[in-house]
């Protein structure tokens, strides 16, 4: 079993910046493909980015490529969002995913993909 705990959301204005943490917990993290989500209220959960066991390439939603990092800390079993640029519609609850399974590229914006989910962290931006 794997437990997932976020952190690091809050308020913030727009163009401002947050960091967002994920600590893993129980089974190898380094094994795992990682990922973050977000969930705007009234709308579906949506792919912000994710990225592989051994932190090699990320893999990012168009809505923040170029504004988002995913960074991963396989020997402290955390992984970050470093988001930059903040945007008023960037605000949402922002959920940690974790799978254990090889999942391909294409496969990777699907929350269903994910069988270890975060309790979310919140974000606002003020415009």
């Known amino acids: 079993q794997v437990q997932l705990e976020e952190s690091g959301g809050g308020l913030v204005q727009a163009g401002g910046s947050l960091r967002l943490s994920c600590a893993a917990s129980?089974?190898?993290?380094?094994?795992?493909?990682m990922a973050w989500f977000r969930q705007a209220p009234g709308k579906e959960r949506e792919f912000v980015g994710a990225?592989?066991?051994?932190?090699?390439?990320?893999y990012y939603a168009d809505t923040v490529r170029g504004r988002f990092t995913i960074s991963r800390d396989n020997a402290e079993n955390a992984l970050y969002l470093q988001m930059n640029s903040l945007k008023a519609e960037d605000s949402a609850v922002y959920f940690c995913a974790a799978t254990a399974r090889r999942i391909i590229v294409s496969s990777m914006r699907r929350s269903s993909e994910y069988e270890y989910w975060g309790q979310g962290t919140q974000v606002t931006v003020s415009s």
């Open positions: 129980g089974r190898s993290f380094s094994s795992f493909t």
């Open positions: 990225l592989r066991s051994g932190n090699s390439n990320a």
